[in-house]
């Protein structure tokens, strides 16, 4: 599909319920103001499950893609790493966070076998039993963040809560010390976020001109400590990493180091903040949690569910196949919508609607296969302590104010979420 022509896009914002199939662009901008354009996929799940967005006005330097709208098929796709590649990057739009050489130093950006004997480096670490061991260690981080808020009436959720929680939590797990989370929670946000405007105020080429060089030379400073004195943490792992006998090189521990601190980072921040804004605008479900705390695990389940932290994340075909009826070709890129997945109606009642009494399977953390999210057992964690705290200090908590998305089709998440601590 790659050599399609450009199909200029007429079909963006008000147009999805009626523009032909063929003129909608998934990734055009106008799509994705107010958070995932959820009518779109819909509409896509419905009429046409694996469809083609062709050349984007906005990027012309890119060819397009494939969407993936359905669990099924968004499954298939992840499980088969031979045929559906993470090699050739894992946006959507190539050069949308990262350049493409830097995606494919990360192991999320490799195939096997390099990607399992990275991967394996960490998983001893992350499994629930492991990480059940820092349910202290968050709880301490959290309830701190929480008693800094003081007597203040109201906040913002996210950079007064949520941000500061899981910097801290995965910064912990570096090496990075309390006095930089603020730094890396800024470079995180901008290279993530690159087209939001109050994110990433310098646009894409100050992620490449000022954020990657301050990314290599704070990390840098970092790899030199631990090549001197090693300690417990992940950095530490990473710098005395052997793969077939050999050393990563320094790039690729940089990388590393980026992708768990950047996976560890927005990802649970958004989930939070989404799964909160949910609850508090059912004040119904808010008082079954404060009723019954043990329910707060089907919250945070039903929270990934309904707003998955990442949009997306993209495969290459690496030979000529089918997909839902449709041929895709090698090289094609193909995308797979976990906010579209999410919802697919094929598998959810309602699918629209939060319901933390639905107590479904999701692929916010993935479908399976070898990328499956290292990180699952961590956020949840973090996820339910970060609910359970909140909820017991602020009972009477409330929206205040009009939230916020932020600009991205990758990562799906609030910027903003003004929230009323107490009564008035
Ligand atoms: C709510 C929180 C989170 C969500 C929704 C989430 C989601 C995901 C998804 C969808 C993938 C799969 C990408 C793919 O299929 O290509 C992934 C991979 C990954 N996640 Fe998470 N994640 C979360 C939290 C975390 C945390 C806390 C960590 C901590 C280190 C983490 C580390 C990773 C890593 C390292 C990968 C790459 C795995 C691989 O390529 O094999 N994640 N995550």
Redesign the pocket.
């Known amino acids: 599909m790659a050599s399609e022509p450009a199909i200029r896009s007429k079909a963006a914002g008000a147009g999805v319920a009626d523009a032909p199939l063929d003129e909608l662009q998934v990734a055009d901008d106008a799509h994705w103001t107010r958070g995932a354009p959820y009518d779109l996929f819909k509409r896509l799940r419905s009429e046409c499950p694996v469809h083609w967005s062709g050349g984007i006005e906005q990027y012309p330097e890119e060819e397009g893609f494939w969407s993936v709208t359905r669990a099924d098929d968004v499954h298939t796709v992840?499980r088969d790493w031979r045929t559906y590649s993470?090699a050739s990057g894992?946006t959507a739009l190539t050069h949308s966070v990262l350049p493409l050489e830097l995606q494919q130093a990360?192991?999320?950006?490799?195939d096997p076998p390099k990607?399992?004997r990275?991967?394996a480096l960490?998983q001893r670490g992350?499994t629930p039993k492991r990480i059940a061991a820092h349910e202290g260690a968050i709880r301490a981080i959290t309830v701190d963040v929480l008693a800094r808020l003081g007597d203040r009436a109201s906040c913002d959720l996210v950079s007064d809560v949520a941000q500061p929680v899981?910097s801290r939590?995965?910064h912990s797990?570096m090496g990075i010390p309390p006095e930089d989370d603020a730094d890396w929670a800024r470079l995180m946000n901008s290279v993530l976020a690159v087209n939001d405007p109050d994110l990433n105020p310098g646009g894409q080429r100050a992620i490449m001109e000022r954020d990657v060089p301050e990314i290599f030379a704070r990390c840098g400073r970092l790899i030199a400590e631990r090549r001197e004195r090693p300690t417990d943490d992940?950095t530490s792992i990473l710098v005395h990493a052997e793969i077939d006998g050999e050393r990563l090189e320094e790039h690729e521990i940089v990388m590393g180091f980026f992708?768990?601190?950047a996976?560890?980072?927005d990802?649970?921040k958004?989930?939070?903040c989404s799964g909160m804004r949910a609850l508090l605008e059912d004040p119904r479900q808010k008082r079954m949690l404060l009723d019954d705390p043990s329910l707060i695990p089907d919250a945070v389940e039903e929270a990934?569910r309904m707003y998955?932290?990442?949009a997306h994340?993209?495969?290459t075909a690496t030979g000529d196949t089918e997909l839902g009826g449709q041929a895709i070709r090698k090289g094609d890129k193909v995308v797979?919508w976990?906010v579209s997945s999410n919802r697919d109606e094929g598998r959810y009642d309602d699918a629209d609607t939060f319901d933390l009494t639905r107590r479904a399977e999701h692929?916010?953390?993935?479908?399976g296969?070898?990328?499956?999210?290292?990180?699952?057992a961590?956020?949840?964690l973090?996820?339910r302590v970060l609910i359970e705290e909140t909820l017991k200090r602020y009972p009477e908590i409330e929206i205040e104010g009009e939230p916020l998305y932020a600009e991205t089709q990758f990562v799906n998440q609030l910027k903003t979420l003004p929230v009323r601590l107490r009564p008035a």
């Open positions: 992840s993470s894992i990360m192991f999320i950006g490799m990607h399992d990275l991967k960490f992350f899981v939590v995965i797990f992940l992708l768990l601190v996976a560890g980072n990802s649970t958004a989930t939070y990934l998955p932290a990442f994340f993209r495969r797979m976990y692929q916010a953390f993935g479908a296969g070898r990328h499956f999210c290292l990180g699952t961590l956020a949840r973090e996820l």
